[in-house]
T-cell receptor, first 114, second 112 residues
């Protein structure tokens, strides 16, 4: 089954404690991205990756890091989480950046930073 | 800067009561406009892509249309299972490789 898998689904952590949210896709997609979803603000892109070892900032990259060492994996790293990073996070993948490539989303990770 | 505005924020319909959701956009050259459905606690699920003004796409009770400034998602004779948040997103033809700019969504509730 084609899918994007995120882990964990729920996470409560304390300010400053480094964490990683994993994302893996099994569709051999080139393009992967991370979004955060906040009430009234919609989905905002954090980082994206066009392919292995190619990543770039989205709209709200501050406080986040990513890496793309393998095509299937695209982890999101919060080196020093702060309460304003409390949000619902989604990983997405698509065959390419092109408009005809529909994006497949993971189930989401609800992060709370206290 | 690309912008997407969806209205209304929330919509409550009786089962069978048809209506439309609106998505207004500004973008520096439209490559594509996307509609997604999002159920509570889940990631968005792709519905349609529209590329040019005048284009229409249909899927069951849903029909998406596109003009040069907005898109409509028409829901004909909705059922309770159509209850969800519907998201609109655009992709610009030019500029960065950033893929999609999303609106805040319309939360649709269909009452039995």
């Amino acid at each position: 089954e084609a899918q994007v898998t995120q882990n964990p689904r729920y996470l409560i952590t304390v300010t400053g404690k480094k964490l990683t949210v994993t994302c893996s896709q099994n569709m051999n997609h080139e393009y992967m991205s991370w979004y955060r979803q906040d009430p009234g603000l919609g989905l905002r892109q954090i980082y994206y990756s066009m392919n292995v070892e190619v990543t770039d900032k989205g709209d709200v990259p501050e406080g986040y890091k990513v890496s793309r060492k393998e095509k299937r994996n695209f982890p999101l790293i919060l080196e020093s989480p702060s309460p304003n990073q409390t949000s619902l996070y989604f990983c997405a993948s698509s065959l390419s950046r092109e408009a005809s490539a529909e994006a497949f989303f993971g189930q989401g990770t609800r992060l709370t930073v206290v | 800067e690309d912008q997407v505005t969806q209205s209304p924020e929330a919509l409550r319909l009786q089962e069978g009561e048809s209506s439309s959701l609106n998505c207004s956009y500004t973008v520096s050259g439209l490559r594509g406009l996307f509609w997604y459905r999002q159920d509570p606690g889940k990631g968005p699920e792709f519905l349609f892509t529209l590329y040019s003004a005048g284009e229409e796409k249909e899927k069951e009770r849903l029909k998406a249309t596109l003009t040069k400034k907005e898109s409509f998602l028409h829901i004909t004779a909705p059922k309770p299972e159509d209850s969800a948040t519907y998201l609109c997103a655009v992709q610009a033809r030019f500029g960065s490789a950033r893929q999609l700019t999303f609106g805040s969504g319309t939360q649709l509730t269909v009452l039995p």
